[in-house]
């Protein structure tokens, strides 16, 4: 059974670097993308980012020039950091797995437990 | 890139069935999207993923109660018997070509 465990620091002041990572546990690490996505008190879901094991990654657009997805594959463990944080940022982040199969890659299929950070002075 | 439309609640009552609706935006009815179960105060969980043709296949554990259908460029989530675990916020996903994408989510109430 695929478990995604993260872990980071929950409180953070507004212009330091968010930063939080994911391991994952049972399956195969490589073959499928890595994505982080986050939630808003009392809002939906936003897509962040996400990497495959070699390291190729995507960003959504609107968080691009402030996100940096990374990945240690020895480790089987990925890593969001989102620099110049402010209140807008705080949110439930959770990582997540991309199901890909014959290298078509679909939706989210596993989830790990949800970070909240708080950005606040 | 697709955006996906969610009617914002739905409710039903216990034993009951309710059918909830994701739309595709124009020129993207042939998508594949995801259903997502998030329970107060739980991580989302993945229900299914599901095709144009009305084709799912469901995660690991999903109740039989849970079913997929589609027409044209939406996309239905039925929960069938409803029960008190049921009540919860249901999101649907698709993706683009760099762009993964979520409906803004339906919050379901069993009465």
């Known amino acids: 059974q695929v478990q995604l465990q993260q872990w980071g620091a929950g409180l953070l002041k507004p212009s330091e670097t968010l930063a939080l990572t994911c391991a994952v546990y049972?399956?195969?690490?490589?073959?499928?993308?890595w994505s982080w996505i986050r939630q808003p008190p009392g809002k939906g879901l936003e897509w962040i980012g996400e990497?495959?094991?070699?390291?190729?990654?995507n960003y959504n657009t609107s968080l691009k020039s402030r996100v940096t997805i990374s990945v240690d594959s020895s480790k089987n463990q990925f890593s969001l950091k989102l620099s110049s944080a402010t209140a807008a940022d705080t949110a439930v982040y959770y990582c997540?797995?991309?199901?890909?199969?014959?290298?078509?890659?679909?939706?989210?299929?596993?989830w790990g437990q949800g970070t909240l950070v708080t950005v606040s002075s | 890139q697709p955006v996906l439309t969610q009617s914002s609640s739905a409710s039903g009552s216990l034993g009951s069935s309710v059918k909830l609706t994701c739309t595709l935006s124009?020129?993207?009815?042939?998508?594949?999207i995801a259903w997502h179960q998030q329970q107060p105060g739980k991580a989302p969980r993945c229900l299914m993923k599901?095709?144009?043709?009305?084709?799912?296949n469901k995660g690991s554990g999903v109740p039989d109660r849970f079913s997929g259908s589609s027409s044209g460029a939406d996309r239905y989530l039925t929960i069938s018997n409803l029960q008190s675990e049921d009540e919860a916020d249901y999101y649907c996903?698709?993706?683009?070509?760099?762009?993964?994408?979520f409906g803004g989510g339906t919050k379901l109430t069993v009465l």
């Open positions: 990497i495959n094991h070699s390291g190729y990654s």
């Open positions: 124009s020129g993207h009815s042939s998508y594949i």
């Open positions: 599901l095709e144009s043709s009305g084709s799912y």
């Open positions: 996903e698709t993706w683009g070509s760099n762009t993964r994408v």
């Open positions: 049972g399956g195969s690490f490589s073959g499928y993308y």
């Open positions: 997540a797995r991309r199901d890909c199969i014959g290298g078509i890659c679909y939706h989210h299929d596993y």
